[in-house]
């Protein structure tokens, strides 16, 4: 069973920047897609990006693009998302997720992920 564990959230001003990691306890992370999702106070869970097992496919949410990048290292079992020029909707909590049985069409839908790990915190402050 794949552990996950997330870092890198922080307090951060509008503008700014943040990389979150989620590291996987398997070797055999490499053949799962990953994806980030999160969810703010009050609102649902929500969709951020996704990526392939191969990192050869990527998917971002539309308010994200252009700002947020998803990568992964499969050497270092790690999935990670660069988030820059930050603003104050992005506040949430960032959850990481995995599965090897999520196909390109459905890896936005956080129901067909059984690997989660515990999130981590992002505040923009504007």
């Known amino acids: 069973q794949v552990q996950l564990v997330e870092s890198g959230g922080g307090l951060v001003q509008a503008g700014a920047s943040l990389r979150l990691s989620c590291a996987a306890s398997e070797r055999t992370f490499s053949r799962y897609a990953a994806g980030w999702f999160r969810q703010a106070p009050g609102k649902e869970r929500e969709f951020v990006a996704a990526?392939?097992?191969?990192?050869?496919?990527?998917y971002l949410t539309d308010s994200v693009k252009g700002r947020f990048t998803i990568s992964r290292d499969n050497a270092g079992n790690t999935v990670y998302l660069q988030m820059n020029n930050l603003k104050a909707e992005d506040t949430a909590v960032y959850y990481c997720?995995?599965?090897?049985?999520?196909?390109?069409?459905?890896?936005?839908?956080?129901?067909?992920?059984?690997?989660w790990g515990q999130g981590t915190q992002v505040t923009v402050s504007s």
């Open positions: 997720a995995a599965d090897w049985r999520v196909t390109d069409t459905a890896v936005r839908q956080g129901d067909q992920y059984d690997y």
């Open positions: 990526i392939s097992f191969s990192g050869g496919s990527t």
